[in-house]
């Protein structure tokens, strides 16, 4: 199993900062993710599925996250990327705390 993170973010956060990403793989492939999320604030994080050029989401998925309380996402069906395409998680609310998120392949 594979883990996608861009680790435990905290200070000053303003929105769309990058949390987790599985990068494109180049071919057409079906992913199923596993996703996880915490945060010590109030904070909103978005799913998105993203074109090749990454930049335009194909599909997202807002999640708002409270303090102290983990959120853990079992895999979905499936999301099929065409190449080049990716999955990511990114912060839509600024704030001052800390946010992690990881997505497991």
Known sequence: ?????????????????????IPPVGIQAA??????????????????????ANSANLWAHRFPLSAASPVAIPPPTYRV??????????LI??????VQATLFT
Do not use: C, K
């Open 1 to 21: 199993m594979a883990e996608y993170t861009e680790g435990w973010q905290t200070g000053v956060l303003s929105s769309n900062i990058l949390l987790a990403e």
């Open 31 to 52: 992913q199923q993710p596993a996703l996880w999320m915490s945060a010590n604030v109030a904070a909103t994080v978005e799913f998105q599925h993203r074109n090749a």
């Open 81 to 90: 990327l065409e190449a080049d395409e990716r999955l990511r998680v990114v």
């Open 93 to 98: 609310t600024s704030i001052i705390g800390g």
